[in-house]
C-alpha cells in the first residue's frame, strides 16, 4: 500500500510547476514540450540544409504551432508540398520522443496564415453561389488543412459542408439550405 502512496506522491510532484514558473495544465506543458521537440529538429534540419530561418513555436486551439520565419520558398514548396512534408516529418519527430501523435501545426515564411486567407475569399465566394443558384458547389481538391478552413466558413455561414473523394482528390462540397 505504501508503495503505491509513495508512486501517487511522486506523479503529483512532477505535476507541479516550480515556484518560479506559471501554474499550467498537464496538456499546455504536453503542446509547450511538442513545440520545443519539434523547433529542435527542424533547426537541425535548417542547419543540414544551410539554410536561415528563425523558428517561434506557441499553442493555439489545443495544439502547438511551429513558424519558420524566413525567405527560403523552397521549405514551402509547389502548393505547400515540401511545407506539408516537413510538418509531417516534426510530426513524426515529436511522436518518437514522446510517443504520442501530434497535431502540431507548422507554417513558413507565412505561407498557411496567407492561404487561410485566400480560402476564407474562396468560401464566400462558393456560399454566395450556393445561396444564389440553390445548387452544391464542388471545389476544388485540397488537403486536410485547407478543407478545414472551408468547413469552418461555410459552418460560420449556417451551411452543410461535406468532403467527398479519396485523399490526394478529396474536396469540399458546400450544400444549399433544405
Same mark, same amino acid.
Given at each position: ?69 524566413? =525567405? ?5 514548396? +509547389?502548393?505547400?508540398?515540401? @511545407? !506539408?512534408? &516537413?510538418?509531417?516529418? %516534426?510530426?513524426?519527430? #515529436? ?11 507548422? =507554417? ?5 496564415? +496567407?492561404?487561410?486567407?485566400? @480560402? !476564407?475569399? &474562396?468560401?464566400?465566394? %462558393?456560399?454566395?453561389? #450556393? ?48
Amino acid at each position: 500500500m505504501s508503495d503505491v502512496e509513495i508512486e501517487i506522491d511522486v506523479v503529483e510532484e512532477t505535476d507541479e510547476p516550480a515556484a518560479d514558473e506559471p501554474a499550467r495544465s498537464k496538456r499546455e506543458r504536453a503542446l509547450v514540450n511538442e513545440g520545443e521537440i519539434a523547433a529542435d529538429y527542424l533547426e537541425e534540419l535548417l542547419d543540414i540544409a544551410d539554410l536561415d530561418g528563425d523558428i517561434d513555436t506557441f499553442n493555439e486551439g489545443g495544439r502547438a504551432h511551429v513558424s519558420i520565419v524566413t =525567405d527560403a520558398d523552397i521549405l514551402v514548396g +509547389r502548393d505547400g508540398e515540401v @511545407l !506539408e512534408a &516537413l510538418q509531417e516529418l %516534426a510530426r513524426l519527430a #515529436v511522436m518518437t520522443e514522446t510517443g504520442h501523435r501530434s497535431r502540431l501545426m507548422l =507554417d513558413v515564411a507565412g505561407h498557411r496564415d +496567407r492561404r487561410r486567407k485566400e @480560402l !476564407e475569399v &474562396l468560401a464566400k465566394d %462558393a456560399i454566395a453561389e #450556393v445561396v444564389e443558384t440553390g445548387e452544391s458547389v464542388r471545389l476544388a481538391p485540397m488537403n486536410p488543412f485547407e478543407r478545414k478552413i472551408v468547413h469552418d466558413v461555410v459552418a460560420a455561414a449556417g451551411l452543410i459542408s461535406e468532403s467527398e473523394g479519396e485523399e490526394p482528390r478529396r474536396r469540399v462540397v458546400i450544400l444549399p439550405k433544405g
